[in-house]
Structure formats: C-alpha cells, structure tokens
C-alpha cells in the first residue's frame, strides 16, 4: 500500500483520509464543535462523543424532558418520526466538508464558515419542503390526525426556535445563530 498524500486543508501535513478530513482536521473539528453546541442548546445529552461512526452514521434520536404533552419518545398518535433537523444538519455538515475539501483541491480556495452557513440553509430548505408536503395532504386527513402531524413536525423543527419558529405559519430561521458561526471568527 502506498502513501498516502497530506491533508491540503490543515498545517498537521495527516495522510488524507476520509476520517482525516470529515472529523479529525481541525477544520473539520471546528465544524463539529459548532454542531455540538447546537446539539446541547437542543437539549440532547451531553455525554455524546464526536466520534467516527456519530459522524458518519448519526445518533440524533433521543428524547427530551420537556416534549409537550402528546409528543415523548418515538411515536405521536400512531405516527413514528425521528428528530430530523440535527441529523439534517450533521449530514450536511458531512456533504459540505467534502465539497470544501474538493474546492480547496482544484481552485484552492476553502472556507469553513461557508460549510455551516450552507448547511444551515440547506437542513432548513428540507424542513420547508416537509412542511410543505405536510400542508399539501392538509384537505384529505382526519383533522384530529392532521393536529398529530403538525404537533409532532413542530416539536421538531420549532423547538427553542433553533430552525423555525412556531407562529400562525412556521417561521424559518434561514441565518443560524450567531454562536453556531462563531466557531469561525478567529
């Protein structure tokens, strides 16, 4: 087997490797230290250990203490759903790491703020795009059922008003918080 080239991202000169560039180059480390932090605003434990497999699988299915009533664990009325937006976010967090490490290869340019801001955008463009189909099947439920769908999506993508807030319609948060992109502002 033969050597492997030096990561063109960080000053370590590490081999290139997927798990190199996705979780243990600082920049990658930046990046993940950012979705750690929304991971505890949350409100999801904190005993979670940024590691090979959290990275590339995800863990973000848990439950929180403060579900609103008729929302606990995986299932709402019937209906099983995961908590979505932060193993959204983590895979795109993912996607975009790849896209800058290739950028940073053929142009050689790479920005790290850019990795959160568009997978901010992105994970929040996926949440409308289900509310939306939500809201398009609206005339042909059960409204009691229908109630179920909204309380559990809201649950999700409102909570703490990370990606949406929860208005007469869901408000969505398109620029992420400011102690998401800080992580970059060195």
Excluded at 91 to 96: D, K, R
Excluded at 116 to 124: G, S
Aim: glycine letters at 6%; aromatic letters at 16%; proline letters at 6%.
């Amino acid at each position: 087997m033969g050597i492997l080239p030096t990561c063109k991202v960080c000053t370590e000169e590490a081999p290139e490797s997927p798990q190199h560039f996705l979780l243990e180059c600082p920049l990658a480390k930046r990046a993940w230290e950012a979705f750690y932090h929304i991971w505890q605003k949350w409100g999801a434990p904190n005993d979670i250990i940024l590691s090979w497999p959290f990275v590339l699988l995800g863990e973000a299915v848990f439950e929180r203490e403060d579900d609103p009533p008729g929302v606990q664990g995986y299932h709402v009325g019937g209906f099983s759903y995961i908590r979505q937006p932060l193993d959204i976010l983590r895979s795109f967090i993912l996607y975009f790491l790849w896209t800058e490490r290739c950028r940073k290869h053929f142009d050689n340019q790479y920005s790290s703020r850019k990795i959160l801001q568009q997978a901010w955008v992105a994970t929040v463009q996926v949440g409308m795009a289900t509310w939306k189909a939500i809201n398009s099947l609206r005339s042909s439920r059960d409204p009691s059922i229908q109630d179920k769908i909204d309380q559990a999506f809201k649950a999700e993508w409102c909570h703490l008003g990370i990606f949406g807030v929860d208005c007469v319609t869901i408000v969505w948060c398109f620029l992420p918080p400011l102690y998401f992109l800080d992580f970059f502002n060195v």
